[in-house]
């Protein structure tokens, strides 16, 4: 008798772990990399968004609007990352309305503000901010 009694108290421990871990991997959703676009010289010498908030692991994808050439250069000196910064950046020129370029955050990224601007277009107020959260 204390057989069985022992025997069932091992089946139901063995049957909540199962249901546990089927339960863990069916209601959890690990959070997917977010995908955000920013126009260059969107209505203007401006960004569009110019201000937008990320975190590690998204990707921005920076599109050429009007009266290009755009890029993004980020500013080490107004940002928590210099050498972030310096990566993120992107010096060459885009000159085709449409035209893209992909700047990926990576998963370690310092959290806070880095300010980006176009260099030919800074002196006109081309500044946008990229907050990591």
């Known amino acids: 008798m204390r057989f069985i009694s022992s025997l069932s108290k091992s089946v139901v421990l063995l049957a909540s772990v199962a249901m546990l871990v089927i339960g863990s991997l069916v209601f959890s959703h690990p959070a997917a990399a977010a995908n955000y676009e920013v126009t260059m010289g969107a209505g203007g010498l401006q960004f569009s968004p110019k ?12 599109k050429n609007g009007m009266l290009a050439p755009h890029n993004v250069m980020f500013n080490s000196d107004k940002s928590p990352d210099s050498k972030l910064a310096k990566s ?12 893209s370029f992909d700047v990926n955050i990576p998963a370690d990224a310092k959290s806070g ?3 980006f601007f176009c260099s030919p277009h800074r002196g006109a107020g081309m500044v946008g901010h990229l907050v990591v959260e």
């Open 51 to 62: 201000k937008i908030a990320v975190k590690p692991g998204d990707t921005v994808t920076f």
């Open 88 to 99: 993120l950046s992107h010096n060459n020129l885009a000159y085709k309305a449409g035209e």
């Open 113 to 115: 503000d880095y300010e």
